[in-house]
């Protein structure tokens, strides 16, 4: 009769999946960095841009000043500026969830496909 074995039996593990698994993961990697940088690229040009406008608001306004002119026709420039300058932050802030959003959406498919993965390494 043969002696069963004192050793324990360990399971087979896939080299090939596991490499692919990671490869996948540094693609991940790869995307979300092109993702913020874009998005960092693309609320860079919209800031130089503001800035720009503002600037030449500025210059303009100067260019005009009329003492003569009531405070009132002042008053609703300024109010125009404001409300253009809060439009321009809440696209840019829309545009940061934007982001976000694309950012989170790819690292939980990458999370899940992790599990999913690694279950099927594991059986």
Request: hydrophobic share 45%; net charge neutral.
């Amino acid at each position: 009769m043969a002696k069963p074995s004192t050793y324990p039996s360990f399971p087979t593990f896939n080299v090939e999946a596991a490499i692919a698994l990671q490869k996948a993961n540094a693609e991940a990697v790869v995307q979300v960095q092109k993702i913020l940088a874009d998005a960092f690229q693309a609320a860079w040009q919209q800031h130089l841009k503001r800035v720009e406008a503002w600037k030449v608001q500025v210059e303009g306004a100067f260019k005009t000043f009329d003492p003569a002119k009531k405070p009132e026709a002042y008053a609703k420039e300024a109010q125009s500026a404001v409300e253009g300058a809060i439009a321009e932050a809440k696209s840019a802030v829309e545009q940061g969830v934007k982001t976000q959003n694309e950012v989170a959406q790819l690292l939980t498919n990458r999370f899940v496909a992790n599990l999913n993965e690694l279950k099927s390494l594991a059986a």
